[in-house]
């Protein structure tokens, strides 16, 4: 087993353990001593970004000063944002050589030992998992909704609030209350509309990609957008299924339009959402 470089002899005091940036096939990424030469910084950039091999796959590490990890550091943007760009530079670094199993942020092993007997564990499940990923990537593609638009839309559609709309009275108080209750019934006909909108824009992308995955709709405090987001998933793609997977994302744009729906695609990146659940413990 190739031993982990030493880093500066200044940290020496403070517990080091094995940050794991993601695993991939041992074969294509040679190194000299460990150390994978030619990629990128590391999380901490005192140490450099090494191998550890076991039976023909290799997890991808680098030490870091565990204590660094804190809850106070890890909540702290100024922080974070520079060591978790160098995590994804690492993953992608490796996913140009070989397929991929992406891990999160902040994942790190206390010793040699606990990485080696992990990666023997699930040594077969990993290669397994490597050999369906091979050639993959993931692809977000994220709804975002004009609601006032979409509201007015599915209203439209409906024949009761149609019909309540043509009868409401000239009386100014029993209109407003009766608009109230017609607004109401708006309201659960725009979310009742958009859930089989979702699932029918879900089916229709799913069926051109190896796998999907849904994915938390965040709100516009989160994305700085005004307009609502109404769908969010992960597609696994093969570059050979990409074209024909954006003619069906433009397809679901144009019957968009109606209700204000404009869609996002982003990718290639690393099959985060598609790796199989391999617990540390």
């Not at 040679?30 to 590391?42: C, D």
Request: proline share 7%; hydrophobic share 45%.
């Amino acid at each position: 087993m190739n031993p982990v470089p030493t880093g500066p002899s200044e940290a020496d005091a403070d517990p080091l353990g094995l940050y794991l940036y993601c695993i991939a096939e041992s074969a294509a990424l040679p190194a000299v001593n460990g150390v994978l030469e030619q990629a990128p910084e590391g999380v901490d950039q005192r140490y450099p970004v090494t191998r550890l091999s076991v039976g023909g796959v290799s997890a991808v590490v680098g030490q870091v000063v565990i204590a660094e990890f804190s809850e106070h550091n890890l909540q702290d943007l100024s922080w974070l944002g520079a060591r978790a760009s160098r995590h994804e530079g690492v993953v992608a670094w490796t996913m140009a050589a070989s397929p991929v199993l992406p891990v999160k942020f902040g994942t790190i092993f206390s010793s040699r030992e606990s990485l080696i007997a992990f990666l023997a564990r699930h040594r077969l499940d990993i290669a397994q998992a490597l050999d369906r990923l091979r050639g993959m990537a993931e692809w977000s593609v994220k709804g975002y909704l004009d609601e006032q638009q979409a509201r007015t839309g599915f209203a439209a559609r409906d024949p009761e609030i149609q019909a309540r709309l043509a009868a409401l009275p000239a009386s100014p108080g029993a209109r407003y209350l009766l608009q109230k209750r017609i607004e109401t019934m708006m309201d659960a006909a725009l979310e009742a509309g958009l859930e089989v909108a979702s699932a029918a824009i879900g089916q229709a992308l799913a069926v051109h990609a190896e796998a999907s995955a849904g994915l938390r709709r965040h709100s516009s405090a989160v994305t700085g957008r005004v307009q609502r987001m109404m769908f969010n998933a992960s597609f696994l793609l093969a570059p050979e299924n990409l074209a024909e997977f954006q003619a069906a994302l433009a397809e679901q744009q144009q019957e968009g339009e109606a209700i204000g729906l404009a869609f996002e695609l982003k990718g290639p990146w690393p099959p985060y959402n598609f790796c199989p659940p391999l617990p540390q413990g």
